[in-house]
């Protein structure tokens, strides 16, 4: 339940603070892969789609005083077919928008499983523009002041292999900088990049608003806990009546 | 895109709260669903929409104008359909802890629950008791009238079904409602509150139906056990409107392995001689050219909300609804920033109950200064039905607009779903909470699965590949 968690403070002269991060990108990315190496440092080769990484949290001490928690959302695998719910995108605080530097062109596969017809002509886009059009989806859906990290990712692949590369660094570092977006060419199976993306993105939160809730900590302070054990009256079987 | 798979457990089709709240415990079950929506937005018949749609969905506005645009930011708006609360002990609440779907959603209480009692200029507004020291300082009943009602209220408080000692000298198997109120020597009015109000009956059928008193005892314990959990009501309500439900147990779903599809439309529903066996459908956004991504797959089952069955569902009554938007507070409910008022059907010479329930900014609903209260109740005639909402609509005061649209359709399933597999859920009905909705999800899940529903520990030995 860490989300119920103290939402930020100061505590003997240290501070900490909490915030919402949502991943973003087209599957297969890696999006899973990076947050695991955050928040684990583990990576497999051959992981699945997403299937129940969806809520990890981690820490990060940005100096002997001041403590960022992330509060990671995935996907869970509901941008696959366009259909990731308002809920997703609500009071996050930061994003980061993974794209893989390896593909030019993405469309649908071919089916692997007869029962399928695709008979739509995929648009061919460069996973860079994928990407763009995630971050103007949440410049549409998300709080006015997100901050939001690009990360090219599958960084190992070019380094053993230049001529795999597909998206030039300097093409994603100028639309980042155009953009107001942070920049890393990151690798989930390296761990190159990976945590020096998430510590940039807790520099550049707004630690001394302290936390995501505490825009609206009126609300905070006023909600209920339905956790039984929040409770007092709850599961003593007796009724007040 | 990516390809679907040829079979699925279970498609489901819609995603209102009730399908939603069982693709999320299917996928946590080990289920392949796949879940599929025709709209563009999750929550079907109960989602949270804004005011620009809500004003598009009821067109009362001249083409050329923009009515929207006085009441702020569009998306600062999430209106709810469906004109439901949440009971803080009920069960709706037991499946949100159980599955950790209150990870994603924060609850507010609503501030007051009131009953009116008279009818028109002479009518008033008070606060619904809810244990028996309430009773004692209650407007709503006459100094001796109060003390009857106290012992009433602690009696229910140390009912036991199977413990006959606690009965009263009744036989709760054959006695009526009736015979328990008369037994305390209960007034008329006090009658009305406790079954209207508390036990949220919207008739009065129950009173005279023997063996139906353990039935109103209970009822009057989880408004009780509701009201003593957290204080104010015995209502809680999720910030941003109860579109929230059925996302949150979607992503639950999701979490659990559960696919996604908005914007798709079912072409076909295919059969192996009586049952079901698959689906052809066409996911297509709106505005995108061409003709949209077609695929089949297999499923063994369809769970679906009664719009994509026409054929296979009745309408059982019609619901009469006015949503209205307000900058003020309700009149006589003490400034409350969210509440429930009744207005039972004797007060009004109806049948059935009026409901108002009314949330505002505090709930991340809508801007500050505004307040959104829903009228509705059963219709009981074939015409004027304003008519039949306006003690309603008059407690309300100023209305700044008002969206009524036809009188809705309430539909439930002509059949089990035993012989073709496919199961289809109820509307939404007229009660102010969800108990009968959890009711449905359960009877669904018990002809789809062939066992009971346990709510508790859900997730329990369901191990997340990389939970915490």
């Known amino acids: 339940m860490s989300a119920r968690m103290p939402q930020g403070g100061r505590q003997g002269g240290s501070r900490f603070a909490q915030f919402k991060l949502v991943l973003l990108g087209e599957s297969a990315v890696g999006k899973s892969s990076l947050v695991l190496r955050f928040v684990k440092d583990q990576f497999d080769d051959y992981r699945e789609s997403t299937i129940g990484a969806a809520f990890l949290t981690q820490t990060i001490a940005l100096d002997e005083s001041t403590t960022v928690k992330f509060e990671i959302w995935d996907t869970a695998g509901q941008e696959r077919y366009k259909s990731l719910a308002p809920m997703y995108y609500r009071n996050a605080n930061c994003a980061v928008v993974v794209y893989d530097i390896t593909q030019a062109v993405s469309g649908p596969k071919p089916p692997a499983v007869c029962a399928v017809t695709v008979l739509t002509v995929p648009v061919v886009q460069a996973s860079l523009d994928k990407a763009k059009a995630w971050v103007k989806e949440l410049q549409r859906q998300a709080n006015e002041n997100i901050i939001i990290a690009l990360a090219g990712n599958k960084l190992d692949l070019v380094t053993d292999s230049p001529d795999k590369r597909a998206i030039p660094a300097a093409d994603a570092e100028q639309y980042a900088r155009e953009a107001g977006l942070l920049f890393f060419e990151t690798s989930a199976k390296t761990a190159e990049n990976v945590r020096e993306l998430f510590t940039a993105i807790a520099r550049k939160l707004p630690l001394d608003q302290a936390g995501p809730r505490n825009i609206r900590s009126g609300v905070q302070r006023s909600g209920v806990d339905l956790r039984p054990e929040a409770s007092n009256t709850q599961g003593a079987g007796g009724c007040n009546c | ?468």
């Open chain 2, 1 to 468: 895109m990516e390809e679907i798979a040829s079979e699925y457990d279970v498609v489901v089709l819609g995603t209102g709260l009730t399908e939603c709240v069982l693709s999320g415990v299917l996928s946590v079950k080990g289920n392949k669903v796949l879940h599929i929506d025709r709209n563009d937005h999750y929550g079907g018949e109960a989602a949270s929409i804004n005011i620009e749609s809500l004003f598009k969905k009821y067109g009362n506005y001249s083409p050329g104008e923009e009515p929207w645009k006085k009441y702020g930011r569009v998306n600062d708006w999430n209106i709810d359909l469906v004109p439901k609360l949440l009971m803080s002990n009920g069960e709706l609440t037991n499946i949100l802890v159980s599955t950790d779907v209150t990870r994603y959603l924060e609850f507010r209480q609503i501030a007051g629950s009131y009953v009116q009692q008279g009818n028109g200029p002479r009518a008033t507004v008070a606060k619904v008791p809810s244990d028996a020291g309430e009773a004692l300082r209650s407007s709503l009943m006459g100094i001796f009238e109060k003390r009857r009602a106290r012992n009433f209220l602690e009696w229910v408080g140390n009912f036991k079904e199977d413990d006959p000692s606690t009965h009263k000298g009744l036989n709760m198997n054959t006695c009526t409602m009736k015979d328990v109120y008369d037994k305390f020597g209960l007034e008329a009015t006090t009658r009305d509150f406790i079954g209207h109000a508390m036990a949220l009956y919207a008739t009065d059928d129950y009173i005279n139906t023997k063996g139906m008193a353990p039935d109103a005892i209970a009822r009057i314990r989880l408004y009780g056990n509701s009201m003593a959990r957290y204080g104010k009501s015995p209502y809680i309500y999720p910030l941003y409107g109860l579109g929230e439900l059925p996302q949150g147990f979607a992503r639950l779903s999701a979490i659990y392995g559960g696919t996604y599809m908005l914007n798709t439309d079912v072409d076909e529903i295919l059969y192996d001689g009586a049952k079901v066996s698959g689906i052809r459908a066409t996911m297509k956004e709106r505005g995108e050219e061409g003709d949209g991504m077609k695929f089949k797959t297999k499923c063994k089952k369809i769970l679906a909300d009664p719009s994509y069955f026409p054929g296979k569902v009745q309408v059982t009554g019609h619901l009469l609804k006015a949503i209205c938007i307000l900058n003020h507070p309700i009149d006589r409910t003490d400034n409350s920033d969210s509440l429930q008022l009744i207005i039972p059907q004797s007060q009004i010479g109806r049948k059935n109950d009026i409901y108002i329930a009314m949330v505002s900014s505090a709930h991340n609903v809508c801007p500050k200064g505004y307040y959104i209260a829903i009228v509705s109740t059963i219709a009981e005639g074939d015409s004027n039905h304003h008519l039949e909402l306006q003690p309603g609509l008059d407690r309300l005061g100023r209305i700044e607009e008002k969206f009524m649209g036809p009188p809705i359709p309430i539909y439930e399933p002509l059949e089990s779903g035993i012989n073709d597999n496919i199961f289809i859920s109820k509307s939404y009905d007229a009660t102010s909470h969800f108990e009968t909705t959890t009711d449905d999800i359960k009877d669904i899940y018990r002809r789809a699965e062939g066992k009971e529903l346990v709510v508790e520990g859900l997730r329990e030995g369901q191990n997340l590949v990389a939970d915490e």
